[in-house]
C-alpha cells in the first residue's frame, strides 16, 4: 500500500530512531518529515504556515516530554492525530498521555502497529475536519434564514398600518387645501407624509433584502443596490465617517438583488465599525464601481480605518473570525459575503490602502458575459464523457462547475486536495484536474507537488482555479511550471477551450 505524502512532525532527538520510525512509516506511505527537537523548534514549526498531517512525538526528550509537545499543539488548537512513541513500557505514562487525549501510544521496538493506526487516525481527522465543515454551512444558512424570515415579517407587518397612515395624510392635505389653516400645521402634515415615504422607502429595501424567493440570478442594477445597501447602513456610517460615492459606467451585473443587498451591507456596516466615533471629517467611506475587463465590474469599499494585517487577509473571510467584542460580532459576516458571491460566480477580497484604511473589492460578472457563458452546449459537449476532478474549498464553485458541465461528464467534487490525493493513490485517474490555488490546507501548488512525485501524467492535467489577486509566490510558481490557470470567475469559453484540449481517456480507466 503506498498513499499520499503525508507532512510528518516527528519531534525526535535521536537520529537513529528517527530512522527507524521513519522507514517502518514509509512501508505505507510516502512521508514529507520534518524533525525537530526543542520546544522552540516545535512552536516555529507549528507557527510556520505547514499543515501538518500527523504528529509523532517521542516521549522522553532533552528538553522536554511528548506530553508537553502535545499541549503546545492543543494550545493552538489544531486538529492533528498525535503520536507518542516511547522507549519502555511506562503505563502511568501511557494512561496519562492516552487520557490527555493522545491518539496513540506506540512502543518503540513494537511498531507493527503504527501503519494501521496512522491510516485509523488520518480518516477520523478527515471526519471531523467534514463534519466542522457541514455545522459552520448548517449554521451559516441558519442565521441566514432567520434573519430574513424575521426581516420580512416585521417589514410585512408594518406595511398596512404604513398604507393607511400615508393615504390617510393624503386626504387630510387634500381636504385642507383651500381652507385657512395656520401654516405650521400644513407643514406638519407635509413633514408628517415624508417621513411616511421615507419608512415606506425603508420598509421596500428590508424586503428586498429578505425576500427569499428572489434569488434567481439575473441582470441585476448594482447602483441600485449600494444606494439600498447605503441606506439601510445609514445609521453606522453618519457619527463616524462622510459617505462619498464614485461610480462608474457600469453595464447590469449577474447576481441577485437580495443577495448583493446582504453582501454590501455587510462590507459597508463592517467599513463603518472599523472607524472609531465622533471623527466624522476625518473620516470617509468611499463607494467605488468600475467596468474592470469586457466580462467584469469591481465594486470596492474603502475606508479610513486600521485596516487588516496582511497575515489575515484571507482569516477574516473565515466563519467565526471576529476581532471584535462578544455580543458585537459574529465573525459571520465575511464569510457569508464569500459564499453569496462565489455563488453568483463573483470573487471578494481585501487589499491595505496606501496611507490608512482597507479596501473591499466584490468582483462581479457582467449579465452579458454570463449569458454568453450560460451552460452553453459548447462546454456541456465538449465535456461529454470526461472524467473531471475538481477540488476546491469553496463548495458552492464546485457545486456550480459541476452543474454547468452537464450530466453527461463524470464530476468528482472534493474540498481537500489531500482526498484527491488519496483517490488518485487509490488508482483513479482523471481526464482534467480543475485545482483552486488557494486553499486551507494544502495549497494548489502543494498539491501539483505532491501529485507530480506521485503520478506526473496525472499532475500535467491540472489546471489552477484562481480567485485573481496573485501572490509572487503564486505567481513565480505558475511561471516556474507553465501550468495553466483560469480565473474565477470562471470564463466558459477559456474553459471549454481548455477541455477540448485535454488528451483523451487517461491511461489507467
Ligand atoms: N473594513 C474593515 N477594516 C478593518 N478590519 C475589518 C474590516 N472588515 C472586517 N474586518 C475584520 O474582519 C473580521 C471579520 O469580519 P466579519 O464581518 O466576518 O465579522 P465581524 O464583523 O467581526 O462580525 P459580524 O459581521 O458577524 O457582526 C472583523 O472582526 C475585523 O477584524
Ligand atoms: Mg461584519
Known amino acids: 500500500m503506498k498513499v499520499a505524502p503525508l507532512r510528518l512532525l516527528l519531534i525526535e532527538d535521536d537520529e537513529e530512531d528517527a530512522a527507524l520510525l521513519l522507514d517502518e512509516l514509509q512501508r505505507g506511505f510516502s512521508v514529507n518529515p520534518t524533525r525537530v527537537e526543542t520546544p522552540e523548534e516545535l512552536a516555529s514549526a507549528l507557527s510556520g504556515g505547514t499543515t501538518w498531517d500527523l504528529v509523532i512525538a517521542d516521549y522522553l526528550l532533552p528538553l522536554f516530554n511528548g506530553l508537553e509537545a502535545f499541549a503546545q499543539v492543543q494550545q493552538r488548537g489544531l486538529d492533528v492525530p498525535f503520536f507518542i512513541v516511547s522507549g519502555k513500557i511506562d503505563e502511568e505514562v501511557a494512561v496519562a498521555a492516552m487520557k ?4 496513540d501510544f506506540l512502543l ?15 480518516r477520523e481527522a478527515a471526519l471531523r475536519a467534514e463534519r466542522r465543515g457541514i455545522q459552520e454551512q448548517l449554521l451559516l444558512s441558519d442565521r441566514l434564514a432567520s434573519l430574513g424570515l424575521l426581516a420580512a415579517s416585521v417589514a410585512h407587518e408594518i406595511n398596512n398600518p404604513l398604507a393607511s397612515l400615508m393615504m390617510d395624510l393624503e386626504f387630510a392635505l387634500s381636504s385642507i387645501r383651500g381652507e385657512t389653516i395656520p401654516d405650521e400645521g400644513v407643514q406638519a402634515l407635509r413633514d408628517s407624509r415624508d417621513c411616511a415615504v421615507r419608512i415606506r422607502d425603508i420598509i421596500r429595501d428590508i424586503k428586498l433584502f429578505s425576500r ?21 447602513a445609514w445609521n453606522h456610517v453618519f457619527h463616524r465617517a462622510r459617505l462619498s460615492k464614485d461610480y462608474g459606467d457600469i453595464p447590469p451585473v449577474h447576481g441577485s438583488e437580495a443577495r448583493l443587498g446582504q453582501v454590501f451591507l455587510n462590507l459597508i456596516i463592517n467599513a463603518a465599525q472599523a472607524i472609531p466615533d465622533g471623527r466624522v471629517h476625518e473620516n470617509e467611506i468611499r463607494v467605488v464601481t468600475r467596468r474592470e475587463s469586457a466580462e467584469s465590474v469591481r465594486v ?21 473570525f471576529t476581532t471584535k467584542p462578544v455580543g458585537v460580532g459574529t465573525g459571520l459576516g465575511l464569510s457569508i459575503c464569500r459564499r453569496l458571491i462565489v455563488e453568483m460566480g463573483g470573487s471578494v477580497g481585501v487589499e491595505n490602502h496606501e496611507g490608512r484604511g482597507s479596501v473591499f473589492w466584490v468582483r462581479l460578472r457582467t449579465a452579458e458575459a454570463a449569458v454568453s457563458a450560460a451552460p452553453g452546449e459548447s462546454v456541456e459537449q465538449l465535456a461529454r464523457g470526461l472524467n473531471v476532478l475538481i477540488i476546491d474549498d469553496e463548495v458552492p464553485v464546485a457545486r456550480a462547475i459541476k452543474r454547468l458541465l452537464g450530466e453527461q461528464c463524470e464530476v468528482t467534487a472534493l474540498a481537500r486536495a489531500q482526498e484527491a ?16 490555488m488557494l486553499m486551507p490546507e494544502m495549497s494548489g501548488p502543494q498539491f501539483h507537488e505532491a501529485l507530480g512525485q506521485l503520478d506526473p501524467e496525472q499532475a500535467q492535467r491540472i489546471t489552477f482555479m484562481s480567485g485573481g489577486a496573485f501572490s509572487e509566490e503564486a505567481r513565480s510558481f505558475l511561471d516556474r511550471t507553465q501550468a495553466s490557470c483560469i480565473e474565477k470567475p470562471i470564463d466558459m469559453q477559456r474553459l471549454a477551450h481548455l477541455l477540448d484540449s485535454v488528451p483523451r481517456k487517461a491511461p489507467g480507466n
Not at 100 to 103: A, F, I, M, Q
Not at 109 to 116: K, V, W
Not at 303 to 314: A, F, I, M, N, R
Open 100 to 103: 490527555s487525549g493522545v491518539h
Open 108 to 122: 518503540k521496538d513494537r511498531l507493527g502497529r503504527l501503519i494501521p493506526a496512522v491510516a485509523r487516525e488520518l
Open 421 to 436: 490525493l488519496r483517490l488518485i493513490t487509490s488508482g483513479r485517474r482523471f481526464d482534467a484536474i480543475l485545482c483552486d
Open 212 to 232: 427569499s424567493d428572489e434569488h434567481r440570478l439575473g441582470p441585476t442594477d448594482l447602483h441600485r443596490v449600494l444606494d439600498s445597501s447605503l441606506r439601510m
Open 300 to 320: 470596492e469599499i474603502h475606508d479610513t480605518g486600521p485596516g487588516v494585517p496582511v497575515e489575515l487577509h484571507e482569516r477574516i473571510f473565515e466563519p467565526f
